[in-house]
């Protein structure tokens, strides 16, 4: 079965710190996507957070340079969002994609950052 499936997420004082695993099971040379982080908080769109390439290069939102950071695992076919000095603006579900041979979303994880 080809899914993803995320971890990490929860409630977090603004300031604090989380990791966000996505951990991919089933998928064919997971090294070849682009693996991607995405977040949608309530009333709003889903939007682009952080995305890393098959070959290593990263693009992150204005809104958390600095703050997030994204990285792969290849032979643990698993992508991690390493989040600190969060703020109550990045409370959301995050939702980790995969792009290549095919696209795939996991069901999700809360992150929730109080104030």
């Known amino acids: 079965q080809v899914r993803l499936v995320e971890s990490g997420g929860g409630l977090v004082q603004a300031g604090g710190s989380l990791r966000l695993s996505c951990a991919a099971s089933?998928?064919?040379?997971?090294?070849?996507?682009?693996m991607g982080w995405y977040r949608q908080a309530p009333g709003k769109q889903r939007e682009s957070v952080a995305v890393?390439?098959?070959?290593?290069?990263?693009d992150y939102a204005d809104t958390v340079k600095g703050r997030f950071t994204i990285s792969r695992d290849n032979a643990k076919t698993t992508v991690y969002l390493q989040m600190n000095s969060l703020k109550p603006e990045d409370t959301a579900v995050y939702y980790c994609n995969a792009d290549g041979l095919l696209r795939l979303w996991g069901q999700g994880t809360q992150v929730t950052v109080s104030s």
């Open positions: 089933g998928i064919r040379m997971f090294s070849i996507y682009t």
């Open positions: 890393i390439t098959s070959g290593g290069s990263t």
